[in-house]
């Protein structure tokens, strides 16, 4: 299953790239990362390693990650090594107007978990929380 979901937000490319970036803070506006732990020393760039706590509805696990590509100021790619597996990516474009920010994601859920039923019965679950992520993210970047 692959997700994308956009959101244009007014500000600066360089502003959203600097609240992408910090991944210790990403559970202050995404709403299923309950907690994110690093598991090595380094907390940024490819290699970095984290657990993170996540959360949707009654459903919880800890989605185990791993930093693959980083591009800075342009995007994040994520190895999912969890129960779910597959990869993510955040993406920063700057424009005139402000930054489009891109969230990818492909993912496969286990057969034990109900795989490609799983896939579709989360899909519109995981659009929706996702599509709320940018909605915060927009807020995060607009408080003082």
Same mark, same amino acid.
């Given at each position: 299953?692959?997700?994308?979901? /956009?959101?244009? &937000?007014?500000?600066?490319?360089?502003?959203?790239?600097?609240? *992408? @970036?910090?991944?210790?803070?990403? +559970? /202050?506006?995404m709403?299923?990362?309950?907690?994110?732990e $690093?598991?090595?020393?380094?907390? @940024?760039?490819?290699?970095?390693?984290?657990?993170?706590?996540?959360? &949707?509805?009654p459903?919880?696990?800890?989605?185990?990650?791993?930093?693959?590509?980083?591009v800075?100021?342009?995007h994040?790619?994520?190895?999912?090594?969890?129960?779910?597996?597959?990869?993510?990516? *955040?993406?920063a *474009?700057?424009?005139?107007?402000?930054?489009?920010?891109?969230?990818?994601?492909?993912?496969? $859920?286990?057969?034990? *978990?109900?795989?490609?039923? @799983?896939?579709?019965?989360?899909? +519109?679950?995981l &659009?929706a929380?996702?599509?709320?992520?940018?909605?915060?993210?927009e @807020? $995060?970047? /607009? /408080?003082?």
């Amino acid at each position: 299953m692959t997700i994308k979901v /956009s959101r244009h &937000i007014n500000q600066s490319q360089v502003k959203v790239w600097n609240t *992408l @970036s910090d991944l210790a803070h990403h +559970p /202050s506006w995404m709403k299923d990362a309950v907690n994110l732990e $690093f598991t090595t020393d380094q907390t @940024s760039g490819v290699g970095t390693l984290m657990d993170v706590e996540t959360k &949707i509805g009654p459903f919880a696990t800890v989605d185990m990650l791993e930093v693959t590509d980083w591009v800075d100021g342009h995007h994040i790619v994520v190895q999912h090594r969890g129960v779910v597996t597959g990869t993510g990516r *955040l993406a920063a *474009l700057g424009d005139d107007d402000g930054t489009l920010v891109t969230w990818t994601e492909t993912l496969h $859920f286990p057969w034990w *978990l109900g795989g490609s039923v @799983s896939s579709w019965a989360a899909k +519109p679950v995981l &659009i929706a929380t996702w599509r709320g992520n940018l909605r915060r993210l927009e @807020s $995060f970047l /607009s /408080s003082p």
